[in-house]
């Protein structure tokens, strides 16, 4: 399985989409933990989550959020858990998870099936800046 460094998580995500890319952007502004790492879906290192978690990307398409030991989270609980260590006060969004998870991710589908209407899609994977390319795995 991908190795982390201790006490790291692994978000994964849709490196083509312009949601997807605001929302990886925002996270490393406010992980002032150092908490996550990030990888595309399409990249080397996606691709071997996707498989060892035999994880069907028709249905789950958008983020995924990687723990080592404690395995995957997807969709609305993977975007609450990585709001729970961004601290106050996008730590509040933590409030949702009392909404049963069919509901969640019925809201999260909706906006995933509409991303690419909505805010775009590049030709390919956004290439991080120098200074950020330690966050990322390939």
């Known amino acids: 399985m991908i190795a982390l460094p201790d006490h790291k998580k692994l978000i994964l995500f849709d490196g083509v989409c312009n949601l997807c890319n605001s929302s990886v952007q925002y996270v490393i ?3 002032k933990n150092n908490v996550f790492l990030f990888a595309a879906l399409q990249s080397d290192t996606g691709q071997q989550i996707i498989e060892a978690y035999k994880i069907n990307t028709n249905k789950v398409d ?77």
Not at 106 to 120: C, E, F, H, P, Q
């Open 62 to 138: 958008s983020i995924l959020l990687y723990t080592p030991g404690k395995g995957v989270d997807y969709k609305s609980t993977a975007a609450l858990k990585i709001a729970s260590q961004l601290g106050f006060p996008q730590n509040l969004m933590t409030a949702f998870f009392i909404i049963p998870p069919f509901i969640r991710n019925w809201v999260y589908d909706y906006i995933a099936k509409n991303r690419y209407k909505w805010y775009g899609k590049k030709e390919s994977c956004w290439i991080p800046t120098p200074e950020l390319k330690s966050k990322f795995l390939e």
């Open 29 to 31: 502004k406010h992980d």
